[in-house]
């Protein structure tokens, strides 16, 4: 079974500021790779598919990029509703996906 | 408009048995994969294992393997996700979500989810 780590577990950002999340994983997965935002009482939303393309409606200013065992969600600048805990998940080796342990990306 | 719709929350007791339901509407139901994710309360996603309603092909993470079953009704595009024999760790939030891609066997993300079932389990 394939290991996703996030990093960091908690990030403090300041509205208008670039958030940086990472994600590692323990072998290569490709560009198969997807992110998503869990907002409080809400189930996850998908933002990026394939480490690098935005899901339908998703703002410009989410990106990412990677390949391989490393991967990065961008956040050019950061909006109210942007705070909330993002997960990566690799599917390139199913079953079983596995997801990251998520990180909480918070107000500074 | 494609939706997943899942069934109320639930309240057991240990050793109780649950079939808890995802109903899909807006496209077709048996050309997409549909898995099923676990959440823990504070804690983050797992996945729990997928079925294909087109022929019910399923397939469980080593970790919910013979802990749960996954099955579909494509008559009423519905899948589930059932107990026989619950425990308190049970207790948690469970989603249902439909891969992007149709009648793919290959990789996929998962682009529209349910609302969540929300089941605790207590004496």
């Known amino acids: 079974e394939i290991v996703m780590t996030q990093s960091p577990a908690t990030l403090s950002v300041s509205p208008g500021e670039r958030a940086t999340l990472s994600c590692r994983a323990s072998?290569?997965?490709?560009?198969?790779l997807a992110w998503y935002q869990q907002k409080p009482g809400q189930a996850p939303r998908l933002l990026i598919y394939?480490?690098?393309t935005r899901a339908t409606g998703i703002p410009a200013r989410f990106s990412g990029s990677g390949s391989g065992t490393e991967f990065t969600l961008t956040i050019s600048s950061l909006q109210s509703e942007d705070f909330a805990v993002y997960y990566c998940?690799?599917?390139?080796?199913?079953?079983?996906?596995?997801f990251g342990q998520g990180t909480k990306l918070e107000i500074k | 408009e494609v939706q997943l719709v899942q069934s109320g929350a639930e309240v057991k007791k240990p050793g109780e048995s649950l079939k808890i339901s995802c109903k899909g509407s807006?496209?077709?139901?048996?050309?997409?994969?549909i898995g099923w994710v676990r959440q823990m309360p504070g804690k983050g996603l797992e996945w729990m294992g997928i079925?294909?309603?087109?022929?019910?092909?399923?397939r469980y993470s080593p970790s919910f393997q013979g802990q749960v079953t996954i099955s579909a009704d494509k008559s009423i595009s519905t899948a589930y996700l059932q107990w026989s024999s619950l425990k308190a760790s049970d207790t948690a939030m469970y989603y249902c979500?439909?891969?992007?891609?149709?009648?793919?066997?290959?990789?996929?993300?998962?682009?529209?989810w349910g609302q969540g079932t929300l089941v605790t389990v207590s004496s």
């Open positions: 979500a439909r891969h992007l891609s149709p009648y793919s066997y290959g990789p996929n993300p998962y682009d529209y």
């Open positions: 807006g496209y077709s139901f048996t050309s997409y994969w």
């Open positions: 079925i294909y309603p087109g022929d019910s092909d399923t």
């Open positions: 072998q290569s997965v490709s560009s198969n």
């Open positions: 394939g480490a690098s």
């Open positions: 998940q690799q599917y390139n080796n199913w079953p079983p996906d596995t």
